[in-house]
């Protein structure tokens, strides 16, 4: 499909042997680094980014010991409190997390209210970025905040039809666009990763989002194929492979 490595920017491995809690009600199956390497086994994929799920909440237990399992090519996404020490966050960093995630849209993370201070604490001690699962509609209440943070990441393609302008801006100041979750969006995905590539070409990362939790419909290979179909290799290559790969610092670890 693609001879040229992928990393895949945004996956989640589930554990039952570590804490889960229930989101509205809902506790995933089962989904072990087994189970992704089997889902995955036809895709050249040769790190990637393990996110914690709203289901996790602030348990690092299951991430530690995924990253451990999936090897140096892989970095964490995980969800702090605020009050989490400097020290914590040091002993994350040498476990492999490179970033902080903020789950506006479903909850288990951090208030929102403490984003730039905390978005700005872990870039500080150990350049860490902010990733935020947000629905579009949301970013003009908290623009004037992402616009000051060093860098930020938003999931899924903001989701949301009706506020893509404001992730646009986003773009434009700088930001970094998850091509992941493609059934989740309520508009042509295609469409949208052009307009964001024609913004900034370094902007726009591809994920698989395994495995699909509560989406609409779980990834397959189509998801890839409407990437490498539709982009020029060298910048399919940026969106599979190279940004995400700059991003997560993986040759700094």
């Known amino acids: ?78 969800q702090i409190p605020a009050s989490t020490t400097d020290e914590e966050i040091i002993a994350l960093h040498h476990a492999g997390i490179r970033a902080v995630r903020f789950n506006v849209q479903r909850g288990g993370s951090e208030s929102i209210n403490h984003l730039e201070q905390l978005a700005v604490r872990v870039y500080d001690l150990v350049k860490w970025h902010v990733e935020l699962y947000i629905d579009s509609r949301q970013l003009p209440g908290v623009s004037t905040t992402l616009q000051r943070l060093p860098r930020v990441v938003i999931d899924h393609l903001g989701l949301s039809k009706a506020g893509f302008k404001h992730l646009l801006q986003l773009v434009e100041k ?41 989406a609409p419909k779980p990834f397959t290979d189509k998801d890839l194929k409407l990437i490498l179909q539709n982009f020029p290799t060298s910048l399919a290559e940026k969106i599979c492979y190279l940004n995400a790969k700059e991003l997560y610092g993986i040759n700094n670890n």
Do not use: W
Request: aromatic share 10%; net charge negative.
């Open 1 to 78: 499909m693609f001879d040229k490595p992928i990393f895949d920017a945004h996956l989640h491995i589930i554990d039952p042997q570590y804490p889960l809690q229930p989101n509205e009600g809902y506790l995933p199956p089962a989904f072990s680094v087994a189970d992704y390497k089997e889902k995955t086994a036809g895709l050249h994929i040769t790190g990637g980014a393990v996110v914690s799920g709203s289901f996790q909440g602030f348990d690092q237990q299951y991430l530690i010991a995924a990253l451990a399992a999936l090897g140096p090519g892989f970095a964490g996404v995980t």
């Open 174 to 214: 700088g930001a970094t666009v998850k091509a992941t979750g493609f059934s989740r969006c309520d508009f042509n995905v295609l469409t949208a990763m052009r307009q964001i590539t024609a913004i900034n070409p370094g902007a726009l990362i591809f994920g698989t989002d395994l495995p699909s939790t509560r």
